[in-house]
């Protein structure tokens, strides 16, 4: 049975039979296993199952950076037995405590946002196949190691759209094994689910990769180009007098398809095209390999998504998946604006047009006869999208619809306002709207004009307004301005970084020359404002810093200027390098920050990456300095992106909302115990610093999250130069953004040598005076006091086995 | 005195505890009782209005502060004793009875929060509030769920008098 492998045989005698076998469960994995141990050694865990991580890694993980459980509610509503009162972490009536219903609660987000980018994984694959076939390679740039997280996963390292389907029916299976834990009360251990969510979490970057490593190789995407272009952003580069055609999600196989209608129809330069969220990222990277001028634009994030409708601007809208709002056709519908849906996961509720001729679809939209349809038939959708755009511009231009409210409403609305106080009980920005309002009324609408930049777009207010006030449009008209001048410069996604980049930073990042990595990642819903994503990204990258950035991430770093009139992207080189602003793309390239830390560790380190996740993990968390920022972080996607990147090392830094993921991972630094490591060259004990104090924990501002990030970015095995380094921008920072010296600067001195050099002497001083460490001054040196030794050559590792003699 | 407990509307539901609305005397009562208090202040009291009268505050009742998020500027020249850490963090050191405080002299039994967003601390706290012992006292200017003890939701105006009052009080 094992021999039989997919394709098809024939039986003799029976000569008119012949059986044709697509698939036989198991068999594409055990052929591509079979290829895969030409491929040189593999590691203990290849193909994960739920428990393969969980005690040689996942526990370990877990013992020192533990699970911080903030529940978001006392009640558990999940079953017909309940709901049960958890407080005080009681036992519901299945058995559960309120410790492992949280964990249950985290687990679902990782896995929801595990299983977005599964699937969006699996309809690229299968449409890209469909159009392409299975033998399209992927060329993806100069890299050896093209499939960084499918090969640490499943030992594979496919070099076809097709050879990529084994690792796809694995997420899939295993995600189903997940889910399943889900279940009543079954799984109740807190720890359990958080070894779960870290299992989870690798799988999403699986996910991650097969989506962009699929569209980068058959849409010709950058591939790993520092050089890709830069491209107009914001609301403010929309041309009013064209048609605009809007695109909203995150899955541009539709849209490539409006592309190819507008180039063969020459309206490229007779209409806008231009999304939010990451289709728009990535429509921008279409056939950039051509390198024809970049013509569509991003307008911005999901926090922008009602505010661009209600600038009435967009003629048509097109969503597909993921981080779309659920009121789309009904905030489109009041100003005309059709709305068609263009994957079958989200349908609206729509009339499904497929089946139409196009010309009766376009005719029936027109008309308003329905709000929106769908329309899943990709060739169908490129034209009709494109058409209807033209066709509805003229019409809602005469209708009015295109115009913003007049003054004279504006004072209407505002006037209304009965200073209740309701919409700042709600905002979840806890934005002072009735303040703002009073201020309006006398006239002064700077006060509302300067909410626009914190306000989300969420419409929590206009829900209680009992007046009625179309709060949102209030502050959006109050910044016409403003929003008039939102322009800024993205670069196209470059995608992954290549193995050459990571030959010539890898020996500078893990001897600290280079302080560290920055990956700036996440969806908006940030505490102050778009900006602070900007400022956290130009303090790094003037300290040299590599900072990274995908999705609406990135595009936040390109929306503000300097006194000079520069984006960030305009300043710095889109290389991956020592001050380098590195646009990998959209939320799905996240898998290439993970790869490009995995790549240091294959490449530079020497491990072998095929099923060997802890080795890979245990040697990025001693020695890759990389921390991560979802600063808004909001989806479930963000919550499987920041685990995936929990279970590789690298801890992240999110905003205070994301306090309400209701899961942390913080370590003790008080505890000396739970900061051993084994030295691999004799398996003994040795102390280290305590760095990274935490994987996973929120920040109160952006100027609480800089100076913690730095400190993140110190790693046990950092050498002499590259701790002094570290240190140096540690210390300077908090000094700037938190105040005076940090209280525990000291636990990281080994030597003298890793003393900031401008401060040595000062802090000798300190360390002989306030910490009672002896001081040979005559030689500058350090006598006794370090409870670290400094041992260059100490090779530190939590996984016992890996110790020599082991 | 200005009645801090008659508007405890939720900014929305987190199950079924709920925590006390009380006045500033009974504040100024609760924190002169605790043994080992800790003030926790948001970046929200860099308003000078406040940061003066947290200071006060401070004072009076021989407060050490944990000036989280990036308060810490606001305390540096006022002769308190204010120690910076993130607030996450410490929520969950709060959690763990062996935790040694910022003096190196053990956990809190009593903490007194101000000047945070309103949904930061509640989650925060609801960790502390699940799983330890610890008790905590709201004295800010909204309504927190998970706090122990909070004052109503109040105006600015309102908030000032009322601690001006607890001040009197300690
Ligand atoms: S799943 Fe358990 S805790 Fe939750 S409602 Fe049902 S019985 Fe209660
Ligand atoms: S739309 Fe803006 S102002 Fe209104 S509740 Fe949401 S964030 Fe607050
Ligand atoms: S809810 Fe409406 S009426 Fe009440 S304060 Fe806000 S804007 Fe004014």
Not at chain 1, 231 to 238: A, K, L, N, W
Not at chain 1, 378 to 400: N, S
Request: include cysteine; charge should be negative.
């Amino acid at each position: 049975m094992s021999k039989l492998t997919t394709g098809s045989f024939s039986i003799e005698d029976l000569e008119s039979v012949q059986i044709t076998i697509n698939n036989v469960i198991g068999a594409a994995k055990e052929a591509a296993d079979e290829k895969a141990k030409d491929l040189g050694p593999l590691g203990p865990t290849t193909w994960p199952g739920l428990a393969t991580y969980r005690d040689d890694w996942n526990f370990k993980l877990l013992a020192r950076y533990e699970p911080v459980i903030t529940p978001m509610c006392d009640q558990c509503c999940y079953c017909t037995y309940g709901p049960c009162d958890l407080s005080n972490n009681k036992r519901g009536a299945c058995g559960i405590d309120m410790l492992g219903h949280n964990g249950r609660e985290f687990f679902l987000r990782v896995i929801t946002g595990t299983a977005c980018h599964a699937a969006h994984g699996r309809h690229l694959l299968d449409h890209l196949i469909e159009v392409f076939g299975e033998d399209l390679p992927l060329k993806l740039g100069q890299s050896d190691v093209l499939t960084p997280n499918i090969t640490i996963t499943t030992g594979q390292r496919p070099m076809t759209l097709g050879e990529i389907k084994p690792a796809m029916e694995y997420t899939e299976e295993q995600l189903t094994q997940l889910l399943a834990t889900v279940h009543a009360g079954q799984e109740a251990a807190e720890i359990d689910y958080d070894s779960k969510a870290l299992f989870s979490g690798s799988l999403d970057h699986v996910g991650m990769e097969i989506s962009d490593i699929v569209q980068i190789a058959a849409l010709d995407f950058p591939k790993a180009d520092p050089e890709a272009p830069l491209i107009e952003m914001g609301v403010g580069t929309i041309d009013k007098e064209k048609p605009f055609l809007c695109v909203i999600g995150h899955n541009v196989g539709g849209v490539t398809y409006m592309m190819d209608y507008m180039e063969e129809h020459d309206l490229t330069n007779k209409m806008e095209l231009g999304g939010l969220c990451c289709t728009a990222i990535d429509l921008t990277r279409y056939k950039e390999a051509d390198r024809r001028a970049p013509y569509t634009k991003v307008i911005g994030s999901m926090s922008q998504e009602l505010k661009i409708i209600r600038t009435g601007l967009p003629d048509v809208i097109v969503v597909d998946e993921q981080c779309v709002r659920g009121d789309i056709v009904p905030e489109a519908q009041k100003l005309g604006i059709p709305v068609i849906a263009s994957n079958a996961k989200i349908m609206y509720g729509l009339p499904n047009r497929d089946a139409q001729d196009v010309d009766a679809t376009i005719e029936e939209l027109k008309s308003g006869a329905i709000p929106g349809a769908v329309i899943l038939d990709y060739d169908k959708l490129g034209e009709i999208a494109v058409r209807l755009t033209q066709v509805m511009h003229p019409i809602r231009e005469a209708a009015g619809f295109r115009k913003i409210a007049s003054d004279e409403q504006m004072k209407e609305w505002v006037d209304k306002c009965a200073d209740c106080g309701s919409c700042y009980l709600v905002c979840p920005e806890e934005l002072e709207i009735p303040e703002a309002m009073k201020h309006a009324k006398k006239g002064d609408y700077s006060y509302l004009e300067d909410l626009h930049d914190q306000c989300i777009g969420c419409r929590r207010c206009e829900q209680v307004c009992k007046k009625e006030i179309p709060i949102l449009s209030v502050i959006e008209k109050a910044a016409q301005k403003i929003i008039a001048e939102e322009k800024g410069l993205i670069r196209a996604g470059r995608g992954q970084v290549s193995d050459a980049e990571i030959r010539a930073e890898g020996l500078n990042l893990v001897m600290g020359t280079t302080p560290g990595i920055i990956a700036i990642i996440g969806c908006p819903n940030y505490g102050d404002g778009a900006k602070s994503v900007y400022y956290i990204a130009e303090e790094f990258l003037k300290r040299n810093f590599i900072v990274v950035g995908t999705g609406c991430g990135a595009m936040d770093m390109g929306m503000y200027k300097d006194e000079n009139g520069q984006t960030l992207y305009e300043r710095f080189p889109g290389g991956f390098q020592s001050g380098g602003l590195v646009n990998i793309g959209s939320c799905v390239s996240n898998a290439h920050i993970t790869g490009a830390a995995q790549k240091v560790a294959g490449i530079f380190g020497g491990r072998t990456m095929g099923g060997n996740l802890a080795e890979i993990a245990d040697y990025v968390l001693n020695r890759v300095g990389a921390c991560g920022l979802a600063w808004g972080a909001f989806s479930q996607k963000a919550a499987s992106i920041g685990t995936g990147c929990n279970i590789y090392g690298i801890p992240a830094v999110l905003g205070p909302h994301s306090s309400k993921y209701r899961r942390a991972l913080i370590a003790k630094n008080y505890d000396d115990e739970k900061w051993k490591v084994y030295d691999a060259r004799n398996g003994e004990e040795m102390n280290i610093p305590p760095a990274p104090e935490f994987l996973l924990i929120t920040a109160e501002t952006w100027q609480e999250a800089i100076p913690m990030m730095a400190k993140a970015c110190i790693r046990p095995s950092d050498n002499s130069m590259g701790r002094s380094i570290k240190l140096t921008h540690w210390m300077e920072l908090h000094e700037k953004y938190i105040g005076g010296m940090p209280d525990d600067w000291w636990k990281f001195i080994r030597t003298e040598a890793d003393l900031p050099l401008a401060k040595r002497a000062d802090l000798m001083k300190k360390l002989e005076g306030e910490y009672g460490w002896e001081i040979d001054w005559k030689r500058k040196k350090i006598i006794s006091g370090p409870k670290i030794k400094f041992d260059v050559s100490a090779q530190p590792t939590n996984l016992k086995r890996l110790c020599k003699g082991a | 005195m200005v009645d801090t407990t008659k508007n405890t509307k939720l900014f929305t539901s987190y199950g079924v505890t709920t925590s006390k609305a009380i006045n500033p005397d009974m504040a100024a009562k609760m924190i002169s009782k605790a043994k080992r208090p800790l003030l926790v202040v948001g970046t929200g009291v860099l308003r000078p209005e406040i940061l003066d009268r947290a200071v006060k505050i401070a004072k009076k009742a021989n407060l050490p502060i944990a000036a989280t998020g990036s308060s810490l500027h606001g305390f540096l020249d006022k002769d308190v004793n204010a120690k910076y850490i993130n607030v996450h963090q410490l929520g969950f050191y709060l959690t763990d009875p062996a935790w040694p405080g910022l003096d190196g002299k053990g956990n809190y039994d009593t903490i007194i929060v101000l000047e945070f967003k309103k949904y930061y601390i509640n989650q925060v706290l609801s960790g502390t509030k699940n799983f330890s012992k610890v008790k905590s006292i709201s004295i800010g200017k909204d309504y927190v769920q998970n706090a122990t003890m909070s004052f109503g939701t109040i105006s600015r105006e309102e908030h000032f008098v009322a601690l001006d009052e607890l001040i009197d009080l300690l």
